[in-house]
């Protein structure tokens, strides 16, 4: 699929490698293949899992662990025969493992699902995705495991993804095709500075992050530890002000 559908970034005037041509009367393999070029998915939510003797109110056995295992497949692309679906079809086997709300499984793969949306450049969605892992505390009451682990990534990656310009990316049905943004295409490090400025904005819209739960203040520090990272002074100063003005008594504050 990718030899036929070369990335734009590695195709020199932004043109496709011209196909050879077929010599006369011998046909090539390839000639009756149809490509998948709109994400045709293998895994709707309509699966019906082979039926199990369960008791009353009980999910399943092992269903929830094989859409996981079958999702880890495709998002570690292992098999090359998902092309640039791969992220999609991951995306589609955690959502089917989603249905099953038993720990640990569920809060693994809510977040490989965020994650998934992450490396597919969809960066809202991946965003929204991660604050319901945030809200997700059902773990919690049920095993006092409070799934630190998962929301200290949580918060890094959240932050991260507010800084891309390209906040949508591409649609869902769409096949993963590495995009360019604002670091790779700007050289000016002030003018990366100030177009990315525009993750202070997003931060505060309380539409994308919650404003007042006791884990917002966490988004904030991570991404003034972007911008600190990222070497952009004046964007770590806005945000961390915003820290102190928000949640001058916290622990944590700059």
């Given amino acids: 699929w990718e030899r036929r559908h070369p990335e734009p970034m590695k195709t020199k005037g932004g043109k496709a490698p011209a196909r050879p041509a077929p010599k006369p009367g011998k046909k090539n393999p390839g000639d009756d293949l149809v490509d998948e070029t709109v994400f045709q998915n293998p895994y709707p939510q309509s699966c019906v899992p082979v039926a199990q003797k369960t008791l009353a109110g009980q999910d399943p056995r092992y269903v929830a662990e094989v859409w996981w295992l079958i999702g880890d497949y495709h998002f570690n692309e292992v098999g090359r025969e998902g092309g640039a679906f791969n992220f999609n079809r991951a995306q589609a086997a955690y959502s089917n493992s989603l249905q099953f709300k038993k ?6 793969s809510m977040y490989k699902l965020a994650w998934t949306f992450f490396k597919q450049q969809r960066f ?8 319901e892992l945030l809200y997700a505390d059902e773990q919690e009451k049920l095993t006092g495991d409070p799934g630190s682990d998962f929301r ?3 918060f890094t990656y959240i932050a991260g993804s507010l800084t891309y310009l390209d906040f949508d990316g591409p649609g ?15 050289t000016d490090p002030k003018k990366q500075e100030q177009k990315m400025r525009i993750a202070i904005e997003r931060v505060q819209d309380e539409a994308l992050i919650p404003q007042k739960e006791k884990w917002t203040v966490e988004i904030y520090k991570a991404l003034a530890q972007e911008f600190k990272e990222l070497n952009q002074y004046r964007n770590t100063i806005e945000i961390s002000e915003l820290i102190l003005q928000k949640w001058p008594m916290d622990c944590g504050a700059p």
Avoid: C, H, M
Wanted: proline fraction near 16%; aromatic fraction near 10%; glycine fraction near 6%.
């Fill in 103 to 108: 720990p640990p499984i569920y809060g693994v």
């Fill in 124 to 131: 809202k969605s991946s965003v929204v995705q991660f604050v």
């Fill in 152 to 154: 200290g990534e949580a």
């Fill in 172 to 186: 869902p049905d769409e096949p993963y095709i590495p995009r360019n943004d604002v670091l790779d295409t700007e």
